[in-house]
């Protein structure tokens, strides 16, 4: 607790967002903790991208060149924290799950500009603790570097439901299925099948933002049917792709 109590006071930001509404590569001095109460927003690095509906918040580290976007009318809030102060001790951006109270907590923190009050400081030490015991979601979509990964990965970012197996797409960019494989592994961390499936949810959760209906939703990104797409979305994210409102509204 004494972490926040002797360092600069954290920053706060409300911000309404119109659909597509974006910001080139820049970086914060801070630590960020970004959080979408309406719409869905995308963070993009040298790394990949990390895409967070309104049941979860980005974390981006100080220093991290990035490129936000608002997905759907957006309200942005924005929690910024001194660099000293990293509550999750992780280098690189983070998708994380965000439930009731630390939603609240967000909402709380961010209404009003920071007097430095001790109320204040109460308000947020409590928000970094729900903040440091909430899982992380898994939808993070790394960048390939390999030129034949990276064709790859092209043709299924165009057409987020072709469903051609690995030897096929090898053999349209000149590649063996067995050379991608390790590829998938080595770059990005997953196999081919978990790499595919993180695209198409990253698609799904813009699309539904734009307010694309569910069927529709499941058919453009792939899946066989809207039930397996509502089965795999409600296991990565804990509801159902159909909720517009929170699940704990």
């Known amino acids: 607790m004494s972490e926040i109590r002797h360092t600069p006071r954290a920053s706060t930001a409300v911000r309404r967002l119109p659909p597509g509404f974006g910001v080139g590569a820049h970086h914060h001095d801070d630590h960020q903790i970004i959080y979408a109460g309406r719409g869905v927003l995308s963070v993009t690095t ?4 990390w895409v967070a509906p309104a049941t979860s918040a980005l974390w981006v580290p100080a220093g991290t060149v990035h490129e936000p ?7 942005l809030h924005t929690v910024g924290l001194p660099a000293t102060v990293n ?3 992780l280098g690189r951006p983070a998708v994380i799950a965000v439930g009731p109270l630390l939603r609240e907590l967000i909402l709380e923190y961010t209404r009003d500009p920071d007097d430095g009050g001790p109320e204040r400081r109460r ?3 409590v928000l970094l603790d729900q903040l440091r015991h909430s899982p992380r979601r898994p939808i993070h979509l790394p960048t390939a570097r390999d030129p034949r990964l990276a064709a790859v990965c092209a043709l299924l970012v165009d057409d987020p439901s072709d469903g051609r197996t690995l030897t096929a797409l090898g053999a ?3 590649a063996s299925d067995r050379t991608l494989a390790r590829l998938f592994r080595a770059e990005m961390g997953m196999t081919f099948p ?3 499936t993180q695209l198409r949810l ?5 699309l539904l933002a734009e307010g694309m209906p569910v069927t529709a939703v499941a058919h453009r990104c792939g899946w066989a049917s809207a039930s397996a797409f509502i089965d795999v979305f409600r296991r990565t994210l804990g509801h159902t792709p159909g909720a517009r409102k929170l699940p704990y509204d």
């Open 46 to 49: 040298d790394a990949g991208s």
């Open 69 to 75: 976007r608002a997905w759907g009318e957006t309200d």
């Open 87 to 89: 509550p999750l001790r």
């Open 123 to 125: 308000l947020l030490r």
């Open 172 to 174: 349209a960019v000149g």
């Open 194 to 196: 978990q790499w595919r």
């Open 202 to 206: 990253h698609r799904a959760l813009l």
